[in-house]
């Protein structure tokens, strides 16, 4: 990952390729494709998730959705999105790269309807496949780090951890056990996806060291999603550089930020 601080643009890599964006934005749930168009343009985000079975494009809506997104002049990330085993995610993926022309797959194998909770088990499976067949793998996982090895393990060059469950908008349920893959892979892309509801989730996730945040449902289901968009713009920017300008360490005790005792400064050269 290169990092040029300074500027207004924080250029990275992930995948292969060069960002100047560290928010993916998703393409489901927005109220028009209007204001779809309207909310990814405004975000600055570099980087949109489709998902081939919501958009056939060979189909009338779907070809209008992805003439859409090819003006936009972003990166596609397909998904395998409502997929609930290992094979199923396998043919998606497949699928994807033929109609995508695209290497890149976000790998998503459900395990349970309630919470849409990662199957990880047949998640680790399908990457093993998948990387094989060369494909850059963003695999949706759970927080658990064990997992988080099956999938390195398996050949993911990048984690896709949850904040909390899709569409849940409950923030980072766990920043202890996402510092603990934070530390564990210092050197490896990792985006937080899912669970994030409010700009300041965004924010909490970067200064955690992520080094990018998926949004869908908060920007497409909120009042005014395009107003939305922009605030988790600005909310990423501003987590990663307090990450990057290094965050102060916590104390047990107060320490007085103006000194109390001793001979003011304005004295100190008479």
């Not at 085993?85 to 459900?110: D, G, H, P, Y």
């Not at 469950?165 to 899912?194: E, Q």
């Not at 939305?228 to 990450?243: E, I, N």
């Amino acid at each position: 990952m290169t990092k040029h601080m300074g500027s207004s643009e924080n250029i990275w890599k992930i995948g292969g390729k060069q960002l100047t964006s560290r928010m993916f934005i998703g393409s489901a749930l927005y109220p028009s494709p209007a204001i779809m168009e309207a909310s990814i343009r405004v975000s600055g985000a570099k980087v949109v998730t489709v998902s081939l079975r919501r958009q056939g494009v060979n189909k009338d809506t779907g070809k209008s959705f992805w003439h859409i997104i090819k003006t936009l002049g972003v990166e596609v990330l397909p998904n395998t999105a409502g997929c609930h085993s290992a094979r199923e995610a396998i043919t998606v993926a497949q699928m994807a790269r033929e109609v995508f022309k695209t290497n890149w797959i976000k790998l998503e194998v459900i395990g349970d309807q309630y919470n849409l909770q990662p199957d990880p088990y047949e998640t680790v499976e399908a990457a093993k496949v998948l990387t094989k067949e060369g494909f850059e793998v963003f695999p949706y996982t759970t927080d658990d780090l064990v997992v988080a090895k099956k999938l390195v393990d398996a050949g993911c060059k990048i984690l896709m951890p949850w904040g909390s469950p899709i569409g849940s908008g409950k923030g980072l349920m766990n920043p202890y056990n996402l510092k603990v893959i934070r530390k564990t892979f210092p050197h490896m892309p990792l985006i937080i996806d899912a669970g994030i509801g409010k700009p300041s989730h965004a924010t909490m996730a970067m200064e955690l060291g992520y080094d990018g945040i998926l949004i869908n449902s908060a920007v497409a289901l909120a009042q005014d999603p395009k107003v939305m968009a922009k605030a988790f713009a600005l909310a990423v920017q501003s987590g990663r550089m307090g990450y990057e300008a290094g965050v102060m360490q916590e104390r047990d005790l107060a320490s007085p930020s103006t000194p109390t005792v001793g001979t003011p400064f304005w004295h100190q050269n008479i």
